[in-house]
């Protein structure tokens, strides 16, 4: 039986058959599952996401231990009170390297959280996502890509994220993409010309530039840039072996 990809353009709505015992990507392209791959491939040594300032703040004292960062933002910036933002440019080896972070956003981490019952979860996002479809096609199950989007509303820079995954999942095994996917796939071929320029023209990527941060959409926009893979579960986000 030939296995299946789709495509969740929000979080609504999601059926748990499709998130259970799945292969699942969840992409935050702008900026949390970037941000997450760029510590990891600073040497950061976990990530935990949780929902709110205050659940992070509570696991700090809770954990007790001197090497936790606490990172995320809250309508793009920085949270009061937090070592870093959510911006990959932050994550340097020299402030990441051997730390745990525990990080919330406003869309990102709640997309990694709904994810949880599945079989194997990865973190996509355009830097990395050759790497991902390399691994997620491995994994000889249905596919689901779960796009955070912008609090319960479809985000462009996800949808078109998912397509580009999709095009590569596609090159690399007998795949039948549902609906979703193939729409995914379709915007993608629409813009894989310069997608850079489609991540720019988002909501969310003129959000960000109007807050002085057009530099983190270009980050955000180079595709294959790394092939670092987070993978989630139990709880953790650990960079995959
Ligand atoms: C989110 O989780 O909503 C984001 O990653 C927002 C951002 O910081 O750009």
Redesign the pocket.
Known sequence: MSLEIDVFATLNGIPDEAINNKAIIVI?A??????ITVALAAGCLEVIPVLTPEEAIEMRERLGDERVLLG??RN??KIPGFDL???PLEYTTEIVAGKRLIIT???????IRRAAGGRLVFLGAMINAPAVAGLAATAATDITIIC?G??DRFSLEDFLTAGLLVDQLAGQGEFVLRDGAQAARDYYYCHRVDPAAALKASF?GR??ADLG?EA?VEFCSRVGATDVVPVYGGGIIKKAS
């Open positions: 935050d702008l900026r949390a599952t970037t941000t995320g933002e793009a910036l933002g959510n911006s956003t406003t869309n990102g981490t709640r997309a955070a912008t609090r969310h959000l960000l941060l983190d």
